[in-house]
């Protein structure tokens, strides 16, 4: 098709088209298909362009009162297609447009509609990013007619001159962003006339000014160019170089102050694609803006998958705490609740567990957790409560505890060490490490003792306290399983035909790869197995890792698509264990609102 003109412009009572087709010039076979969009790293010198101005009756955008369109399509400074056309709104147009404009309803009397104009203008636009003065006004109208008239909006990409023209030019350069002042400004060649074709122009010479002024800024990509068109801060503005040369590949990133020290460290699938967020309108956090105002750069570690990118965060923020990651992230905050090694054992909460620990239960991630489950216990077992350092060769005067039968007082002697292991300790480490039936039974019982007795707050409690404790068994039987295999290998399929690999010792991610498409898995798990970090057994149910590490894989190796390669021993779980009450606990947190820091 070549190009064609239907009379000037300005010609009354005629629809005036002229569209003229890429292949003029000699871009036909440039490789890019028709409907696809720009891409965030193409420059804006090989973007291509469709600048958009729309006359309008006045109205609201609801799919009609466009009376003009007029569309130029620009690549690297050259014109590379014209659409003008009038369009019949369907409606009067207010004497007030028709003084602003020129535009009279015998000139749209004999123009298509809308409904007929659309296809013509989706096509122009199909490829191209959409540029208009003060946009979000055109692309209302249009949007607004796809959906009156059943056309698809193609969603393009949108650069607003008007919010560029913001970023770009301070109000000492000039008073307003209006289209004729900035056509003043930069002096263009088209000047605007409120006419659609006219006003087109004079914003693709705008656009031209603006896009020069933007090398100053590190402007020099599509997506650089919209982001930069939004709210970003000076530091923002400022560091965004920050983010260039970066991978974009999954891994970890670490924001770096002046002297080394990290600031931040996050993970992502796409290192470089996520970095650059933080230097858009996107982010709004107070403590990053804090964090990227210190920052000076960022380094990148590439890692296999997307595990092995969660399991280095962990370690890291682990290692050097950084200060402006949120502090539940921290795994040295985990609390345990164990009983203590001594004649007659008591719960205690602690932060890390010694070999000689009888039982325990956890990760907590709060004290106020921890504090509920140890209540638990203690409702439904006769275990002390005192800190004291019992002796057993002296004693020392009985609590209230004791005097309310809450307590067996073995710090008087009223009780002697095994009557005190077979009534209290062995139940209790039962009930953390294997099956906590023995805590169920009396917690129930007590809650339904409280609401007969219509004593519902009081019930309410101890529920809160049931569900402590069997989230915790949970938890940490899950756990357990894991880390009781000495080696564990498994592979998940990735999206395009290769697999992901990870070889997991004692709970501890001990080594990860990626086999691309077509290159078989298995030589690249003995790779991995023969390279794999060695991991010595320690104590305790998360003997050789963080319990978010452990965590993370087991997530990992409980999804559908993940397959079990081979493992040292068997994978297992207690017959009678807490998994088993998951119906209950799902119906114990439902019946309450759950804190933030009792979620797991």
């Given at each position: 098709?070549?190009?064609?003109?239907?009379?000037?412009?300005?010609?009354?009572?005629?629809?005036?088209?002229?569209?003229?087709?890429?292949?003029?010039?000699?871009?036909?076979?440039?490789?890019?298909?028709?409907?696809?969009?720009?891409?965030?790293?193409?420059?804006?010198?090989?973007?291509?362009?469709?600048?958009?101005?729309?006359?309008?009756?006045?109205?609201?955008?609801?799919?009609?009162?466009?009376?003009?369109?007029?569309?130029?399509?620009?690549?690297?400074?050259?014109?590379?297609?014209?659409?003008?056309?009038?369009?019949?709104?369907?409606?009067?147009?207010?004497?007030?447009?028709?003084?602003?404009?020129?535009?009279?309803?015998?000139?749209?009397?004999?123009?298509?509609?809308?409904?007929?104009?659309?296809?013509?203008?989706?096509?122009?636009?199909?490829?191209?990013?959409?540029?208009?003065?003060?946009?979000?006004?055109?692309?209302?109208?249009?949007?607004?007619?796809?959906?009156?008239?059943g056309y698809d909006w193609p969603n393009p990409r949108v650069l607003d001159t008007a919010a560029?023209?913001?970023?770009?030019?301070?109000?000492?350069?000039?008073?307003?962003?209006?289209?004729?002042?900035?056509?003043?400004?930069?002096?263009?060649?088209?000047?605007?006339?409120?006419?659609?074709?006219?006003?087109?122009?004079?914003?693709?010479?705008?656009?031209?000014?603006?896009?020069?002024?933007?090398?100053?800024?590190?402007?020099?990509?599509?997506?650089?160019?919209?982001?930069?068109?939004?709210?970003?801060?000076?530091?923002?503005?400022?560091?965004?170089?920050?983010?260039?040369?970066?991978?974009?590949?999954?891994?970890?990133?670490?924001?770096?102050?002046?002297?080394?020290?990290?600031?931040?460290?996050?993970?992502?699938?796409?290192?470089?694609?996520?970095?650059?967020?933080?230097?858009?309108a996107a982010e709004k956090r107070a403590r990053i803006s804090e964090m990227l105002a210190a920052?000076?750069?960022?380094?990148?570690?590439?890692?296999?998958?997307?595990?092995?990118?969660?399991?280095?965060?962990?370690?890291?923020?682990?290692?050097?705490?950084?200060?402006?990651?949120?502090?539940?992230?921290?795994?040295?905050?985990?609390?345990?609740?164990?009983?203590?090694?001594?004649?007659?054992?008591?719960?205690?909460?602690?932060?890390?567990?010694?070999?000689?620990?009888?039982?325990?239960?956890?990760?907590?991630?709060?004290?106020?957790?921890?504090?509920?489950?140890?209540?638990?216990?203690?409702?439904?077992?006769?275990?002390?409560?005192?800190?004291?350092?019992?002796?057993?060769?002296?004693?020392?005067?009985?609590?209230?505890?004791?005097?309310?039968?809450?307590?067996?007082?073995?710090?008087?002697?009223?009780?002697?060490?095994?009557?005190?292991?077979?009534r209290a300790v062995a139940p209790a480490r039962t009930a953390m490490m294997d099956d906590p039936?023995?805590?169920?039974?009396?917690?129930?019982?007590?809650?339904?003792?409280?609401?007969?007795?219509?004593?519902?707050?009081?019930?309410?409690?101890?529920?809160?306290?049931?569900?402590?404790?069997?989230?915790?068994?949970?938890?940490?039987?899950?756990?357990?399983?894991?880390?009781?295999?000495?080696?564990?290998?498994?592979?998940?399929?990735?999206?395009?035909?290769?697999?992901?690999?990870?070889?997991?010792?004692?709970?501890?991610?001990?080594?990860?790869?990626?086999?691309?498409?077509?290159?078989?898995?298995?030589?690249?798990?003995?790779?991995?197995?023969?390279?794999?970090?060695?991991?010595?057994?320690?104590?305790?149910?998360?003997?050789?890792?963080?319990?978010?590490?452990?965590?993370?894989?087991?997530?990992?190796?409980?999804?559908?698509?993940?397959?079990?390669?081979?493992?040292?021993?068997?994978?297992?779980?207690?017959?009678?264990?807490?998994?088993?009450?998951?119906?209950?606990?799902?119906?114990?947190?439902?019946?309450?609102?759950?804190?933030?820091?009792?979620?797991?």
């Open positions: 098709m070549t190009g064609v003109s239907y009379g000037a412009p300005n010609v009354p009572a005629v629809a005036q088209l002229r569209y003229v087709q890429e292949t003029l010039h000699g871009l036909a076979g440039d490789g890019s298909s028709a409907g696809d969009r720009p891409d965030d790293g193409l420059s804006l010198r090989e973007t291509t362009f469709v600048v958009v101005d729309l006359e309008t009756t006045g109205g609201t955008p609801d799919g009609g009162g466009i009376t003009e369109i007029g569309a130029v399509k620009v690549r690297g400074g050259e014109e590379l297609g014209v659409l003008a056309t009038l369009v019949n709104p369907g409606e009067p147009i207010p004497p007030f447009i028709t003084v602003l404009t020129g535009i009279t309803q015998a000139m749209v009397a004999p123009a298509p509609s809308i409904e007929q104009v659309l296809p013509s203008l989706l096509e122009f636009l199909r490829g191209a990013v959409l540029v208009a003065h003060n946009a979000p006004y055109d692309v209302g109208f249009l949007r607004a007619a796809c959906a009156r008239h560029l023209a913001r970023r770009v030019l301070t109000r000492d350069e000039v008073p307003n962003r209006k289209l004729g002042t900035l056509a003043a400004y930069f002096r263009t060649p088209h000047q605007p006339t409120h006419r659609a074709l006219d006003d087109a122009r004079a914003t693709v010479d705008v656009l031209h000014g603006l896009i020069a002024r933007l090398g100053s800024h590190r402007v020099e990509t599509l997506g650089d160019a919209i982001e930069f068109a939004k709210a970003v801060t000076p530091i923002q503005r400022r560091k965004r170089h920050l983010a260039d040369g970066l991978p974009r590949v999954p891994g970890v990133y670490v924001f770096r102050a002046a002297d080394g020290r990290p600031l931040y460290v996050g993970t992502s699938g796409d290192i470089a694609t996520r970095v650059r967020s933080y230097f858009t920052a000076e750069r960022v380094e990148a570690i590439e890692c296999a998958h997307a595990l092995e990118a969660e399991v280095r965060e962990l370690r890291l923020i682990a290692a050097h705490a950084p200060p402006y990651n949120r502090r539940s992230k921290f795994p040295e905050r985990m609390l345990w609740l164990k009983l203590t090694a001594e004649p007659y054992p008591r719960l205690s909460v602690v932060r890390d567990l010694a070999p000689d620990d009888e039982a325990y239960l956890g990760p907590f991630n709060s004290r106020r957790t921890a504090e509920l489950a140890a209540a638990a216990i203690h409702d439904a077992l006769p275990l002390r409560q005192c800190t004291h350092r019992l002796s057993l060769r002296r004693t020392i005067p009985a609590c209230a505890l004791a005097e309310l039968g809450r307590c067996p007082a073995p710090c008087e002697g009223r009780i002697s060490v095994p009557e005190y292991e077979r039936q023995v805590l169920v039974d009396a917690l129930l019982a007590r809650i339904e003792t409280l609401a007969a007795a219509q004593r519902y707050e009081e019930a309410a409690v101890v529920r809160s306290r049931l569900a402590a404790v069997l989230r915790a068994a949970v938890r940490m039987q899950r756990l357990v399983g894991l880390t009781r295999i000495a080696e564990l290998a498994a592979a998940r399929r990735t999206p395009d035909g290769g697999w992901d690999i990870a070889v997991v010792r004692h709970g501890r991610l001990a080594g990860a790869a990626t086999a691309a498409p077509g290159v078989p898995p298995r030589p690249v798990l003995d790779l991995v197995r023969a390279t794999a970090e060695t991991v010595l057994p320690g104590h305790g149910p998360v003997p050789s890792a963080s319990a978010e590490e452990t965590e993370r894989i087991l997530s990992w190796l409980d999804r559908p698509e993940t397959r079990l390669v081979e493992t040292s021993s068997g994978w297992s779980a207690p017959v009678r264990g807490a998994e088993r009450f998951r119906g209950l606990l799902a119906r114990a947190e439902a019946a309450r609102p759950q804190l933030p820091s009792e979620r797991t």
